[in-house]
């Protein structure tokens, strides 16, 4: 490359005097430049001998080819390795719904003891942080079939002072307490953009507690599967979330649950109604 006399549109004819970590320097009559390698002969300079121009590109084009190939085999390297890590955790999960003989139960709502929340899991997806900010959680009163799914209609159930874990992309982002029962209310615009759902629905006034180092259920396989053998369960018995938006959640599972974000963010534990949950639950 040294040595190579390169023409350039403003400066004229000069000369490559040095090579080194992707830069070359041109010497031209009137000053010295730097160029980005191989940059420069793609935008800016060219080989005054066409040969050797071609030469140089020719030699660009083959190290563009060598990384895009080694792109490749690192991105399929990748997707090799995320495949048999999901086929690993599938067939643990496989065993693990063998081991507790998985077997839906009829659906029974809890029985509500005085003095004592009842525990909600909702899965709010790209929703979360609208709601989160927004102070609640709304669901629709039907779907396009003119049907009221479960796991909407479940709004309904919810009483003040009752507990609901947040879900987001598989992680437990925060803990809220219900401020009163659920009530009717138009679909919040900063949910309505998506234009996904019916305006007609229902909302629940929550106070949020954010949880900085959310914990991800996946890491709870076992105790789900073990805690979720009911009907309308947030978790399937393979231990993977269910299709739907708020679902009831076993008590011991919600401690569980509790517990591990206590443990990774230690100010939970401040909290009133999260203290006295896991203490109500611990004496038990």
Same mark, same amino acid.
């Given at each position: 490359m040294?040595?190579?006399n390169?023409?350039? #549109? ?33 935008? $800016? ?7 050797v121009?071609? #030469? ?5 084009q083959a ?7 080694k ?5 399929? =390297? ?8 999901a086929?690993?955790?599938? =067939? ?7 081991k507790?003989?998985y ?12 003095g ?8 709010q997806?790209g929703? $979360? ?5 927004g102070g609640?959680?709304?669901a ?9 799914p479960?796991?909407?209609t479940?709004l ?27 009530y009717?209310?138009?679909q919040?615009?900063?949910l309505a953009v ?20 959310p ?19 947030? $978790?399937?018995?393979f231990?993977?979330?269910?299709m ?21 963010n ?10 006295? $949950? ?7």
């Amino acid at each position: 490359m040294v040595g190579v006399n390169v023409k350039h #549109a403003v400066f004229g004819i000069g000369t490559i005097t040095e090579y080194s970590n992707n830069y070359i320097t041109v010497e031209f009559s009137e000053k010295t430049c730097k160029f980005v390698y191989p940059d420069a002969f793609e935008k $800016f300079i060219k080989a005054k001998d066409e040969a050797v121009h071609k #030469a140089i590109l020719d030699r660009i084009q083959a190290a563009k080819d060598l990384a895009e190939e080694k792109r490749r085999k690192e991105e399929a =390297a990748k997707k090799a390795a995320a495949e048999r890590k999901a086929a690993e955790e599938a =067939a643990k999960r496989v065993e693990i719904a063998k081991k507790y003989s998985y077997s839906p139960k009829p659906a029974v709502r809890s029985q509500r003891i005085e003095g004592k929340p009842l525990v909600f899991f909702v899965f709010q997806g790209g929703t $979360f942080d609208r709601e989160y900010k927004g102070g609640y959680i709304w669901a629709p009163k039907e779907n396009s079939s003119a049907t009221p799914p479960h796991h909407w209609t479940r709004l309904l159930d919810v009483r003040k002072g009752d507990i609901i874990l947040h879900c987001c992309s598989a992680y437990v982002k925060a803990i809220s307490v219900a401020k009163d029962a659920c009530y009717d209310y138009q679909q919040p615009k900063e949910l309505a953009v998506e234009d996904l759902w019916d305006l007609e629905g229902r909302r629940v006034d929550c106070d949020y507690t954010y949880i900085e180092n959310p914990i991800k259920t996946s890491a709870y396989v076992s105790d789900i599967i073990r805690l979720s053998n009911v009907k309308y369960s947030p $978790f399937d018995k393979f231990g993977s979330g269910n299709m739907g938006y708020l679902f009831e959640i076993n008590p011991d599972l919600a401690k569980i649950f509790i517990k591990e974000s206590i443990r990774q963010n230690p100010y939970l534990a401040s909290i009133d109604y999260i203290d006295s $949950f896991v203490s109500e639950n611990n004496d038990d």
